[in-house]
Nanobody
């Protein structure tokens, strides 16, 4: 099973930007539809953005226009560029295959913490 390692999180002020990265243990991003997810304290994990194998991107309403998902298959890396961050974006962010939330026995990485606060 492909393992994912997320990085790039941190503390940022409202209106700031961060770029998250997701590395894979094997070639994954050109073979699967990929997604970023997040989980805020007390909330269920939710999807944020999806990138299909042919490069089409879809975003959750809460982040559309502010976040951009992309990949570099030569580096086995998935990215999430996050601009104009809001306090409600505070969460642990994860990457995984699309539909991971509804796929039994899905393995998750450690995620990367994003905190948006003054």
């Amino acid at each position: 099973q492909v393992q994912f390692v997320e990085s790039g999180g941190g503390l940022v002020q409202p209106g700031g930007s961060l770029r998250l990265s997701c590395g894979a243990s094997a070639s994954a991003f050109s073979d699967y539809h990929m997604a970023w997810y997040r989980q805020a304290p007390g909330n269920q994990r939710e999807w944020v953005a999806v990138l299909t194998m042919n490069g089409a991107a879809t975003y959750a309403n809460a982040v559309r226009g502010r976040f951009t998902i992309s990949r570099d298959s030569t580096k086995n890396t998935l990215y999430l560029q996050m601009n104009n961050l809001k306090p409600e974006d505070t969460a642990v962010y994860y990457c995984n295959k699309a539909l991971a939330l509804t796929t039994p026995n899905t393995s998750w990485g450690q995620g990367t913490q994003v905190t948006v606060s003054l």
